[in-house]
């Protein structure tokens, strides 16, 4: 049972539009909620992240969107840059456990 | 500083043979932590030290996995005898503190394949 989901496995967007990344999440004891970026034959690294007791959290030209109520949350970038092209991964934890349950990573490719 | 360092970058071996993985932590991070993709799915925890000591192991797939914190410094993560099902990337990654916060670093990756 996947616990996180990410419906998309890839998504186009011009550059200097907005690029909208979905998550889905099935477990409601989920407490914090991370997005990373993962660029070929390199390790994820952390973009944002956003607690369970806030609804909107932004960096710079990222925002993370929690929706609890429907268990939904989504990563816009604005505007799109080449170097946004990577694939990203939602993350989600509860409680103080250091577990992260991880979806499966949507593949964004900004078009010039 | 040197970030998580893992090694070997990619590994091909047969099925029934042993293979060993070994990550490098950055210096200081007491948290060291061994997660799996398999096939382009979702990453998957695999187990969690915190120094020398294993907190949470719940994540491995079974007693053919075998990990190990030298003195709470790198770690070998020895998968004996690999099946097929074992192909994937293994990422290691190490925090000084809370994994959930902007201190975690992830490695390059371990891209396994078992043939």
């Known amino acids: 049972d996947q616990q996180v989901k990410q419906n998309s496995p890839s998504l186009s967007v011009q550059e200097g539009r907005i690029s909208i990344l979905n998550c889905d999440y099935t477990n409601s004891m989920f407490d914090y909620f991370l997005w990373y970026k993962k660029y070929p034959a390199e390790g994820p690294t952390f973009l944002i992240s956003?607690?369970?007791i806030k609804d909107k959290n932004e960096d710079g030209r990222f925002t993370v969107f929690l929706n609890k109520s429907a268990k939904h949350l989504s990563l816009h970038i604005v505007p799109s840059q080449p170097g946004d092209s990577a694939v990203y991964f939602c993350a989600a934890k509860r409680d103080s456990n250091y577990q992260l349950i991880w979806g499966a990573g949507t593949k964004l490719i900004i078009k010039p | 500083e040197a970030g998580v360092t893992q090694f070997p970058s990619h590994s091909v071996i047969e099925k029934g043979q042993t293979v060993t993985l070994r990550c490098d932590p950055i210096s200081g991070h007491d948290n060291l932590y061994w997660y799996r993709r398999v096939m382009g799915k979702e990453i998957k925890f695999l187990l969690h030290?915190?120094?020398?000591?294993?907190?949470?192991e719940s994540g491995m797939p079974n007693n053919r996995f075998l990990a190990e914190r030298t003195g709470g410094t790198y770690s070998t993560l020895k998968v004996q005898p690999a099946e097929l099902e074992d192909s994937g990337v293994y990422f290691c990654a190490s925090s000084q503190g809370q994994f959930w916060d902007t201190e975690a670093f992830f490695g390059q990756g371990t891209r396994l394949t078992v043939v």
């Open positions: 030290f915190v120094k020398e000591s294993k907190q949470d």
């Open positions: 956003i607690s369970s």
